[in-house]
Structures are given as C-alpha cells and as structure tokens.
C-alpha cells in the first residue's frame, strides 16, 4: 500500500512543484517506487518540469471519463525506472469530479507504488479540495517570507491531515545570521506540524528547470533533498542546515560576496 501524501502550498510561487519533482526523482533513486500525480488542473506544470509532455497519451480526465485505466496514463521517466508521472490537463476549467471519484482512481493504483506524492493547486478552492481528500498525508510548502508563512498557517488549519509536514524552501542563510530573515526555529513555532526539510535558495533550481536537467549529487539542494527523502522514509534524521557555509571566517567571506550579489 502507497503512502499517499499530498503536497501544497497557501501561496503560489513557493516551489511546489519543483519540491514534487525533486522529492521525487530523489525517492525513485533510492529504489522507491514513486508515482507524481497533477492535480492543478488548467495550470499545471509538472509534465514540463519532468520533461515528458511530448508523451502523455491519456491523462487524468480521460481516466476519470473512462476513456483508459489509470495505469494507461501512467508515463515512465526516460531515466528512473521506478518514477510515474500520472498527467493533468490543460485548459479543462470546469472539473466535474469530485475528491471521492479522484481517490477512487489513485486507490486502484495504491498496490503498484510505495510512494504517491500529489502536487496540489494553490489556495483553498475546489482544486485543492479535491487534492488534500485524495492523500493521508500532507506537506506544506512555504518560504520565510511573511505572506507564505501565513498562508501557510491558514492551509494547516484547513487540513484534517494527523500527519503535516512543513517544508521551508529558498532558505538564505547569510540572511539568518543577519536577522534580515526569519530562522528555521521562528517559522516552526509560528506553524503547526513536523519540519521535514529546509530547501537552500539557490540557481541551480533555475538552471535545472531550464534545462530539464537533474540536481548533481553535490549540490546544496540536492543534499536538502536526500536528508529530506531520508526523514520521510525512516521517520527521522537532520534537516539541512543553510547557514553552516556561512559561519567562520570563510563563511564571513561568503557572506560578504553574496551580500554583493
């Protein structure tokens, strides 16, 4: 049986989507069986951002209308044999489906992963209605900045969800140690839920995006995302730290150049 959790966000632009992909790719490669499920309808980007839009035959409408099973519309990453993407549809505005028929549909697929990571529409409105009913479990995304974090706070108190996570993304550490941004420990006492990871700001997010390419191995964020991947899988472990580069005398100097950035 899949671990159905569902991934979203009060404020849109916080790197959702990119955590689902990421997440994902990273809990594929560790021999998870992962399936990616897009459930924003109308603007949904994860078929880009895994880079396989050119190979959706079916997609989630089309499995809710049966017009094809739901493995039908499964589409396999060119690389990772144990990652799924599942596919939204573009321009489809009026949904007539509910979250009991959508977690009808993602039930049936329960068996065949060990992991199903839902990527859900910002805001409270019937897209993610649907999303949050269709998962047991929930993480919610946001950054340290003042709007995100209250959004998020109004989606936490929105889920029914025993088990929500928290994931803090665009972390600037240099910025932390000036007190020109709010600390990991200040945001988790301002939400409710179980931090599972803090995502470094970084370009490389950037760079990957547009070139459909992987995180390497070494990077900062990919790093965030393997101690991530591994609390989620064992039920503990660390969570990167973003302003460890920055301390000592060389993390002065570091701090000093990015400050000029």
Do not use: W
Not at 182 to 210: A, F, H, M, R, Y
């Amino acid at each position: 049986m899949a671990r159905r959790i569902c991934v979203t966000s009060g404020k849109g632009g916080v790197g959702k989507t990119t955590i689902v992909s990421s997440l994902g790719v990273t809990l594929a490669k560790m021999g998870y069986k992962t399936l990616l499920v897009d459930m924003d309808f109308g603007l949904n980007n994860l078929d880009v951002i895994m880079g396989i839009e050119n190979k959706i035959v079916y997609d989630i409408i089309d499995v809710l209308e049966g017009k094809c099973l739901p493995k039908q519309a499964l589409v396999q990453d060119f690389l990772i044999s144990d990652l799924y993407v599942f596919p939204s549809t573009h321009g489809f505005s009026k949904v007539r489906f509910g979250a009991k028929e959508l977690s009808f549909i993602i039930s049936q697929l329960d068996s065949f992963f060990d992991y199903i990571l839902i990527d859900c529409p910002a805001g409270i409105d019937g897209g993610f209605r649907r999303a949050v009913d269709s998962a047991c479990e929930h993480i919610v995304v946001t950054t340290p900045h003042v709007s995100a974090i209250r959004d998020a706070d109004k989606i936490i108190n929105t889920l029914k969800s025993k088990q929500i996570y928290i994931i803090i993304n665009r972390v600037r550490g240099d910025l932390i140690l000036d007190y020109k941004m709010l600390s990991v420990k200040s945001i988790c006492d301002l939400l409710s839920g179980e931090l599972l990871g803090v995502v470094p700001d970084d370009d490389n997010v950037t760079l990957q995006t547009l070139t459909l390419d992987r995180f390497d191995k070494n990077c900062p964020i990919q790093v965030s995302l393997d101690m991530m991947a591994k609390k989620l899988t064992t039920g503990s472990g660390d969570v990167f730290d973003c302003t460890k580069k920055y301390q000592g005398l060389l993390g002065t100097i570091r701090k000093k150049l990015r400050s000029k950035v």
